[in-house]
């Protein structure tokens, strides 16, 4: 079992271990939290845990009660949103209840901002079920919605009171889910290097598989404590999202987050080497990284991207923030204006 305290504006565990999910109800206990639980979780994911988590809760004293929606990003409305909210009224939810998020990062950025704004704000504890959501999106207390305009465009910052990940999810996760949570692990392994970096190299297991989220999510909360609410080092988290989002829009979201967020990174270790930036090895490593974990892809070419860095969401003005790699380990923002992107982007 491995733990990171995240002293955001308040404080919480994120705790990461096999066979967690038995010890909800004692994390719960532990925190002074009695009454009802709404578990709020997805298709797929309530036959496969739900009624354990249910079970365990009730062993310790609590009601529980399931919300399940459909899986999937459609989902991620506020008409379900508005389902939640109304599922918590019926069930008189009040201040001193939770609502505990049991799914990925659909269910976690949804759940999180149904207890961020019901009764305006009940106890959020978050179970993420992928290891997308355990490395990145269950950290840092972003929650949102998605309207027909854009993804996540309504939300608030509402830090969990408790992040407890059970490895034990991770025998059922799809193929396509790991790759997913690789894509985005690719990003902490260029920002931070070291021992993230090396595990990635190796290749995941389920024996170094615990290491890995600890670090990851360790990397993250130290951004994120520098940094809660995005106003300058957290932005290097974005690392491979400029270009990752413009493969997302470009290809209607078929390509899955992660997969386009290695793609961005390999974008950027690639114009960082052209550029002169990135010593030749320090490339190829990311390179090899990139090709063992199965991520070796040639998406959208670069003139197909640049237009869409334009009307990319974290540009401030007419400049644009690029998280660039100066070196493994050593990323940096690099500020350029949105006009010369073109310029910057095509290297020879
Ligand atoms: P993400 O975490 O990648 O943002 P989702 O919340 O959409 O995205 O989860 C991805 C898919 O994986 C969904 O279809 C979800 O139901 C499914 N899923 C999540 N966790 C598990 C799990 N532990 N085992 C099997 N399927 C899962
Ligand atoms: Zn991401």
Redesign the pocket.
Known sequence: MRSVTVNASTPYEVVIGAGLSGKIGEYLARLGRKGKVMIVT????AP??AEGVADELVYRGFEPSIYTFD???ESKTLKTYGEILAFLAEEEFSRTDTVLAL???????MAGFAAATYMRGVAFVNM??????AID?SVGGKTAVDLPQGKNLVGAFYQPSLVLFDTD??????YD?IR??LGEGVKYAVLEGGAIFDILSEGLTSENLEDFIYLCVDAKRRIVEADEKEGGKRKLLNLGHTVAHAVETLTEFVV???VAVAYGVRVMARLASQRGELPEEEFYKIEELLLSNDLGLELNPIEELIPHFVADKKRAGDRLTLVTIAGIGDCRLTEIPVAEAGAYFMVE
């Not at 997805?42 to 994911?45: N, R």
């Not at 799914?103 to 950025?109: A, F, K, L, M």
């Not at 999810?169 to 799809?174: A, D, G, Q, R, Y």
């Open positions: 997805d298709s797929h994911v496969l845990y899986a999937g990003e799914g990925g990062g659909v269910t976690g950025d993420p079920t992928t290891l997308l959501a999106s999810f991770m025998k059922t996760l799809p889910e997913n949570g899955p987050h992660g």
